[in-house]
């Protein structure tokens, strides 16, 4: 990674002319060769870029970026006041959080924080439409679908009204009943789930955890 | 359909009727007011599948018939008659209401959708409550239940009647209220009310005065008020096991007057957000004096202190104030005591004397879970 902070202005030409009058920028090189010119805002975007694979001509006063698409990006240096380079070794690449999966394992280990007396039959269990999360069964024996979301939306719902009237055709299961567990409900999939009578729940992702919350509960 | 009414009385009727009126999109006949003409009585009937309500009035009936009314019409339109006599008469799809010069035309909703009423059932032998007893008495628990529909078994209040004792009982998980009431009824029974339900008996215990006669039954519970009922379904569910929660005994003990303390907890939490726990009052306490503090460098910061009789070690506790002031709402008596074991367990705060007015022998506790600093 090489970070030049530079006194500069640029010019760009290829899908359309741009222009950037003299000015103090940031030049961004990365190791794959893709070159960005940030200002100090704009959040995480870059005034310019110019993606790899590209070539590019770096003397002393004047880069000039060119690719194979015609496009040309120069950049005219007037004063050069940091130029440095650091190797930042390979990335491990963005791992998301398992939030969802989690919960999902987290309930099918405690299923009674969904309802009282709920115990589970099997995790991801089949229909001819995908598995539904959570198959459970309450105290009285009847079955339970549970979806199981990080974040509660419509789409969600009507997943899970798909699974459950898959699950309500084996005679040996219905009648199926549903719940909707996310971290948080959407107020639109509350009112959804109340329609379609399934029962949503937002479920405590840290209390599931077992991590000590800092209120203090009777219970 | 036709009858001819008194307009207070039945301005008042239609009015109580609509509290129970449902609101569900998928059951468009839940928002609506079933009127029945039989014999000389007007009965209007509304629910909302959890509670339904009914009533009747003397009316002077000249035609026996059923309707099924816009709830939230009728309440309007009720609101804004003339003061004179109510005349009403309705055909296939029509209500027409008359009264002084005004006239109205309602357009009906079908009958046949809506559910049919849930009755108290005549088997059932029900306990007999003073109006403003059974007010108070629900009052001082409710209050401490949930209202998060997360964990619908925590939004009811547990009642378990027995021949010679009512158990009041409700949590939110931080907090507890828990009334012992002696009484000699003849009923029996165990039930989970929705607080909803509980609060509407009480408003119509408080409106209403005179007795309630509550019947317990399998399935639900029915108010009666005499010329008007409700009927709630019960919560399903397992109660969690509160007995276990109280604690047997106390390291600290401080007995303070209840009104001074709630105003100087009410005047302190004024620097930071009442229903958060975020932001809570600080009880410090020591022999003579208790110092109530509240808020942080961000917001703002404000103390006070009032004389209070300390038991044990001085003690630092806070609470969610809006839970605290409602435990020493509830309580009622003009002193308090507030028992401590140390600043992480739950405190008790119970009444301490018995100038509580009812005649009836009555044992409250109010268990309060405090804050982490």
């Known amino acids: 990674m090489r970070l030049v902070v530079t006194r500069c202005t640029v010019d760009y030409s290829g899908r359309l002319e741009a222009h950037l009058p003299e000015a103090v920028r940031l030049l961004m090189v990365k190791a794959d060769g893709c070159v960005a010119v940030h200002a100090d805002g704009g959040a995480y975007k870059p005034l310019n870029w110019m993606n790899a694979p590209n070539v590019l001509v770096d003397d002393p006063d004047r880069w000039v970026v060119t690719n194979s698409k015609g496009e040309r990006l120069e950049i005219t240096l007037l004063e050069v006041l940091s130029d440095t380079t650091y190797d930042l070794g390979d990335d491990p690449g963005l791992t998301k959080d398992g939030v969802e999966a989690h919960l999902q394992q987290l309930l099918a280990e405690h299923p009674d924080a969904l309802a009282d007396g709920l115990q589970l039959v099997r995790r991801e269990y089949p229909t001819d439409i995908g598995p539904v999360d959570l198959l459970c069964r309450d105290g009285e024996g009847s079955y339970i679908a549970v979806e199981v979301k990080r974040r509660g939306e419509i789409d969600g719902v009507e997943q899970l009204r798909r699974y459950m009237d898959r699950l309500d055709r084996d005679p040996l299961l219905r009648p199926v009943r549903g719940i909707f567990a996310a971290q948080r409900v959407k107020p639109q999939a509350r009112v959804l789930a109340a329609d379609r009578g399934i029962r949503w729940i937002e479920v405590d992702y840290d209390l599931l955890r077992g991590r000590q919350s800092d209120e203090l509960r009777l219970f | ?373």
């Open chain 2, 1 to 373: 359909m036709k009858f001819r009414a008194e307009r207070t009385e039945f301005a008042e009727a239609a009015t109580w009727v609509l509290r129970t009126v449902g609101a569900r999109a998928t059951l468009p006949a839940l928002s609506g007011v079933r009127m029945e003409v039989a014999g000389d009585r007007l009965l209007l009937g509304s629910t909302d599948l959890e509670i339904s309500s009914t009533l009747s009035i003397p009316v002077q009936a000249h035609r026996d018939g059923v309707a099924l009314v816009p709830g939230r019409l009728l309440g309007d339109v009720v609101r804004s008659l003339p003061n004179a006599a109510v005349s009403a008469d309705a055909d296939a799809d029509r209500l027409h209401l008359e009264c002084g010069n005004a006239r109205f035309d309602l357009r009906l909703m079908p009958l046949e959708d809506f559910p049919s009423l849930a009755a108290a059932s005549d088997d059932a032998t029900p306990a007999v409550m003073k109006a403003d007893e059974f007010a108070a008495r629900v009052a001082q628990v409710a209050r401490a239940a949930s209202t998060d529909d997360a964990r619908p078994v925590l939004t009811g209040v547990y009642v378990e009647a027995t021949a010679d004792e009512l158990v009041l009982a409700a949590t939110d998980s931080y907090r507890l209220a828990v009334l012992t009431l002696g009484w000699q009824q003849d009923v029996e029974g165990t039930v989970l009310l929705p607080r909803r339900a509980l609060d509407e008996a009480r408003r119509s215990a408080e409106q209403l005065g005179s007795e309630v006669r509550i019947a317990f039954e399998d399935s639900q519970v029915g108010f009666d008020f005499g010329d008007r009922q409700l009927v709630t379904r019960l919560i399903e569910g397992s109660f969690p096991p509160f007995r276990q929660l109280i604690p047997s005994g106390y390291e600290r003990r401080l007995e303070v007057d209840r009104a001074d303390l709630i105003e100087v907890v009410r005047r302190v939490s004024v620097v930071g957000d009442a229903n958060t726990t975020a932001t809570p009052v600080t009880l410090h306490l020591s022999a003579d004096t208790v110092r109530v503090t509240a808020g942080s460098g961000e917001i703002g910061e404000a103390e006070e202190s009032l004389p209070g009789v300390l038991e044990g070690d001085d003690l630092q506790i806070a609470f969610n104030p809006r839970y605290l002031t409602d435990g020493l709402d509830a309580t009622g008596t003009q002193q308090v005591a507030l028992e401590f074991r140390d600043d992480l367990k739950p405190a008790v705060i119970r009444p301490t004397d018995e100038t509580d007015d009812s005649e009836t022998p009555v044992d409250f506790l109010y268990l309060l879970m405090p804050v982490r600093l």
